[in-house]
């Protein structure tokens, strides 16, 4: 079946740090791969995606690689900002219409 | 261009009663999803609806329902309601049946309680 493991959080970084959130995946097929993000307040809405493998999504600083071999998507930015701060989820679309996501990192950054 | 918009935000049940939640899309979009969110859990499909016509389900037990109107607007139905049921309901939007490639555009949700 389709499934997203995405690292546990809460995640709480120091402004200026490296940020990594792992997600592997288990799909039939070929999925298509994203990353959402809910601000507080907010709805979710979509960060970046990919499409293929070896694909690589970016947005606002954010870059996640299409690994099939791996089948991971894992989520990274150089340098986080307090504004950064949110939950992210990652999620996959195969067959079907349906979206399957990760259970959500709380990530906390603070000045 | 208004976004995803649905109502009501937040609303109390007891147990055993019925609910309905409202969603109207980004203008364009004929595909709606709905989707349940458990605190703490990433968000459950429920439902897809294209063109008015039943295009996913998600394993849930048939006191849940839903349909789409001609405007595209759509409404989710639960009936008998368990503790359970408490959860963060969205509704997402798209231009395009297939979810591969496609955005999904997402309401703030209905906060549902069920006492």
């Known amino acids: 079946g389709n499934s997203v493991t995405q690292m546990e959080g809460p995640v709480t970084l120091s402004e200026e740090a490296f940020l990594t959130i792992n997600c592997t995946y288990t799909a039939t097929g070929y999925p298509s791969l994203f990353w959402y993000v809910q601000y507080p307040g907010e709805g979710l809405q979509l960060l970046l995606k990919?499409?293929?493998?070896?694909d690589k999504g970016s947005n606002k600083g954010f870059e996640a690689t299409y690994r099939k071999e791996t089948t991971s998507f894992h989520l990274e930015k150089g340098s986080v900002q307090v504004s950064d701060s949110a939950v992210y989820f990652c999620a996959l679309s195969a067959t079907g219409n349906q979206f399957y996501f990760g259970t959500g990192t709380s990530l906390t950054v603070i000045p | 261009d208004a976004g995803v918009t649905q109502s009501p935000t937040h609303l109390i049940k007891t147990r055993g009663q019925h609910v309905t939640l409202r969603c109207s899309p980004i203008s364009g979009h004929k595909s709606v999803s709905w989707y349940q969110q458990v605190l703490g859990q990433g968000p459950q499909f429920i439902f897809q609806y294209y063109e008015k016509e039943e295009r996913g389900r998600g394993n849930f037990p048939d006191r849940f329902s839903a349909r789409q109107f001609p405007n595209y607007s759509s409404e989710l139905n639960v009936n008998a309601l368990l503790l359970g049921d408490s959860a963060l309901y969205l509704c997402?939007?798209?231009?395009?049946?297939?979810?591969?490639?496609?955005?999904?555009?997402f309401g703030e949700g209905s906060r549902l309680t069920v006492l």
């Open positions: 997402a939007s798209s231009l395009e049946d297939t979810s591969r490639a496609g955005e999904l555009f």
């Open positions: 990919a499409t293929k493998a070896d």
